[in-house]
């Protein structure tokens, strides 16, 4: 001890392309020019970075659970790394978050059980919550990150909601479905007992607790009850209202994709609204937190507002359904059109502002299509066709009323843009725009493309899907019955899907 050594390093600074330079001199580079042009990384994305740092020495965990984040061009900690370098877009593996076992609010390591249901999560739940593979997806990177976090009540919460969410996505999926609904029921009582303990102890609403409700929300969605997910919706609101005053979506990407998607929740699930209903008639942020007696209600509903406006106009907003902000901008505009009481005259000129809109947004997809862009990839090329054909459908069905022969173009560019998806495999298409263009289905050939698409949608293991096949076929049979009926071609017979809904008692969220 205290003895010197007969050698010593001499460091030297090696290239990429292997060579090096003597090291006769200390090598200097300013900071300024060491980060220039260099993008500032969001949070998410250092921590995961941070986490892959020194992996000889990360504690043995799930080894087969994988966690994809996005890996950024230039990785400022990879001077630290002693393995080889990852690709772009590469697999996290569990052994990079922090083991559950040695975390001491934990007393218990994973079970089989949820080792098994949080692997089908991440590598299967995860993938169909958005139409195609994107690097931004949420549910396969930061929903699963948090959860497994695991240091906060919510995050407790959010572990097991994720783990209802699997089991009931099983459910659909295997020959064991009371097993698998056993299952899912557990944990989905386990998420919300979690969440009550932490709302009794008057913690103030987070991103965790919005992504708590919101997955206990696509829950419900996958068991295939399609009534109760409306209550998680308006809980997400309310935790939205409590907490937007904060900004929360320009703190991280995981708080910036949940607010977008709970947003674009809102939108889509107004489409199932009838203009003459008065509950649902009311203005749906008024009706759903008018009740949150911690806000003025004037200066808050003005603020709100305000926070939708900035949210739509974040980065990628509704790239979490395979839209663009400006369609969801029409298909949101549709809906208050239709429970708008406006002049006929504003009314026209509203409609002719929205129809130069939608022909600007078909206008432009052609020009990508005819000139190969690359800016739009295969499988979003044909999402954002569906959805823009799909919303001229909803724009002539739900202000004028024609019937389903004047829309046949509009049906069949649709279902022509989601078979092509479809026949790619490129994912799970979205359901809003197939939908809409399957109720207006109404000759042979056209029903046929549409059946192509029931019948492939309702194998992803989503509940939900079951009740939107029957919607359709319902739909169909009164069209088919009115015709024979009246003796007019099917065709000319308008049938008012929202109408089947109320009539069959169900509640479909279209995502």
Known sequence: ?????????????????????????????????????????????????????DPEHATESISDFKVVFHVPDYNPFTAFRSSEQRSRHALLSASRIPNLEHDPLSPTPLTQEERMLFHHYVNHVAIIMMPFEHPRNPWKSSYPARALHHTLPTQRSLFNALLAHAAFNLAHLTSSNNENMARASKYYGLSIKQLLDSLNRNTEPDTDTLAVVMTLMMAELYSGQSRNWRH????????FWKYQAQRPWEDSDFACASIQSLNIIGIISDTSRLAYDAEDGQDKLHRQL??????????????SQESFSVIKS??????????????????????????????????????QGLLSLLNVCRSNLANQASSGSAILNPAAHYQLGAFVNATFIYFYRTLFDLPPGKL???VIETLENVNLFMSHGYGNMSLWPAFIAAVEASSDGVMSMARTWLEAAITVGMGSRFTVKKVVDEVWRKREVASRKLNLDRQLIAVDWREVMKELNVDVLLV
């Open 290 to 303: 008018s009740d949150s007696d911690a806000f003025d209600r004037n200066s808050s509903q003005t603020f």
């Open 1 to 53: 001890m205290g003895l010197t050594c007969s050698y010593e390093a001499a460091l030297i600074w090696v290239k990429q392309d292997g060579s090096h330079d003597i090291s006769s001199e200390r090598r200097y580079r300013s900071c300024e020019e060491t980060w220039k042009n260099i993008p500032i990384l969001d949070s998410d994305t250092v921590d995961g970075l941070i986490s892959q740092c």
């Open 408 to 410: 046949e173009n509009y």
């Open 314 to 351: 974040t980065h990628e907003f509704g790239f979490t359904i395979g839209a663009t902000q400006e369609i969801l901008e029409c298909i949101s505009c549709i809906s208050d059109m239709n429970r708008d009481s406006d002049s006929s005259e504003v009314m026209e000129d509203r409609c």
């Open 232 to 239: 998680h919706f308006r809980g997400a609101w309310d935790v």
